[in-house]
């Protein structure tokens, strides 16, 4: 049985088909070009869709389904889309556009839709840092701070639409503005933007700073590897920034597992990929935060990278 | 078919028959005595499920079940208590010890056990404000915040065992101090306990305040009732202490409507007994937190107070 998944980006649409494990056979990209007519979009997943079948002679009884992530709101029972951030479309029916395929070849496809986020957490469970769990929560921590969680193996996204917002929880009142309109959002100290707007100010306020020799004393240049470089090199003001950041994430991590208890609680995006330098001060922050101080909570790197949501997205018709 | 629900509490056990629906039938309540050796609390409530069996003439064909509602954390899969704060019990093994019931009704009968905030949960679901929903959240306004989580028409407590301690997140980083030994949680800000820790403090610093004449100038009669009524009589410290109460109530829902996406977010406890005059102010501020300042959730009074824990207890086995 083969499982074809579709992770549709702002940047790239990409199509693959893998095995029952969740193991990629075969992709194929091509550029989303965003501002093309929704319609046209589609056009081109079909035909990569149908490409895959052909090559690998599917039908009714080896194909199991058509998963698709869709970076933005997504009506999964329904296949609609009802509004994406990065992609111009607006209640989409992808479902009803989606059956000029099953004419093309001949046989009934099942198709299944959930926001992208969610496709990458349980793209992790099965083939991932969470392969052999049935629940998990992952936070990303990139641009801003994404989330999904999967009960019992399956995605949670709530009795509406819409993916979980784990990192517009509020973590401090009145605290830092959020891109939300809120105040204090996880993602307004846990992101990579937050980090880089706090290095920004230490540096200024702190011109021997190594952040501004790897910065080029252009703070255009501060990112986060910048900040844990600097750390890594013992400058002070980076260590105080990094261990500022752990703190709050650790808030938001603990607060995740008061509210979930999940088997494993995974972090990606580009922070995470500090590995053991990011979980292990985090694993001791968050075990003071924790209810009854105790930790049963696996706290781990996601380990797909961009390969989670097109995985997630075949495995939901698994 | 009938179901026998058991609501363990620290002051006093209750047994209960209830109809599919949740409707009670009939209870019987005896007291307690915590203190008591675990196995002659079970001894009791093995008497009393007797009594409403025989009364009932209930046998394998009409009873459907044994629910019951553990103070504590309970290993529902086991049927193990695991500890109860209220009561000392420790690694008792309810499920074995139970096993005397059906040797002396003479047949066998399926035993359920769940957390007695979580049975809360489920029987507002059933029978109370949640009725026809499938998905709900609970906030117990009590001496604690307490909560129930509702998925998909089951009690979700996470991965492993214990309620979901949706008390427990942190709104302040480095706020209040909390009983948890945590700062800043939503318990250190919305129980009724930390809303007379700062009626007194307001009281104190206010001598002309209504809060000290309500209280006939004696803070130990502070009540979170008595904040309300103060409000009520337009006690400009009152209003205060009011709209920061909901404000940081505010940020707790909110943080929860973001994270699940419930159908349904019930309040309950004492200071639910405010009504309106709570929901109104909390839904005004939970709109401008929620992401994309749209809420979906209704946001309601939980109505079955203390017959809540029986029924879900019984609905346990439904």
Do not use: W
């Not at 991932?128 to 990139?142: E, H, M, P, R, Y």
């Not at 080029?216 to 260590?239: C, R």
């Not at 607060?255 to 995974?266: A, M, Q, R, S, T």
């Not at 105790?294 to 797909?304: C, F």
Request: proline share 2%.
């Amino acid at each position: 049985m083969k499982y074809i998944g579709v992770d549709l980006g702002g940047t790239n649409i990409v199509v693959g088909v893998t095995d029952r494990e969740g193991n990629v056979l075969k992709t194929y990209t091509r550029p989303t070009i965003a501002t093309r007519k929704t319609e046209e979009i589609f056009d081109d997943i079909i035909d990569m869709c149908k490409t895959l079948i052909e090559e690998y002679n599917l039908d009714a009884s080896s194909l199991k389904g058509i998963g698709m992530g869709i970076p933005g709101e997504v009506d999964s029972k329904k296949g609609v889309i009802n509004y994406s951030n990065n992609i111009p479309m607006k209640d989409f029916n992808v479902l009803a556009y989606m059956q000029r395929l099953c004419k093309e070849v001949n046989f009934d496809i099942e198709f299944y839709f959930a926001n992208d986020a969610d496709c990458a957490a349980l793209g992790e469970l099965v083939a991932g840092a969470g392969k052999g769990c049935s629940n998990l929560v992952i936070l990303t921590l990139g641009t801003g701070v994404g989330g999904g969680i999967i009960i019992d193996n399956k995605i949670y996204s709530g009795f509406y639409a819409g993916g979980a917002e784990l990192g517009h929880q509020t973590v401090v009142h009145n605290g830092e503005p959020c891109t939300c309109g809120n105040k204090g959002c996880l993602e307004a100290y846990a992101s990579a933007t937050a980090l880089i707007r706090d290095a920004k100010r230490a540096a200024s306020q702190n011109p021997s700073s190594l952040l501004n020799t790897l910065t080029e004393n252009n703070l255009d240049n501060m990112t986060a590897k910048v900040v844990f470089d600097a750390k890594d090199q013992n400058d002070s003001v980076a260590i105080k920034l990094v261990d500022d950041y752990i703190e709050y994430l650790a808030v938001g991590v603990a607060n995740l597992i008061n509210i979930f208890k999940p088997e494993v609680l995974l972090l990606s995006g580009g922070i995470s990929l500090q590995g053991e330098k990011l979980t292990k001060p985090l694993e001791e922050k968050v075990i003071t935060k924790v209810f009854g101080n105790k930790l049963l909570t696996k706290i781990d790197i996601a380990t797909l990278g961009n390969d989670a949501g097109l995985i997630g997205a075949a495995m939901l018709s698994r």
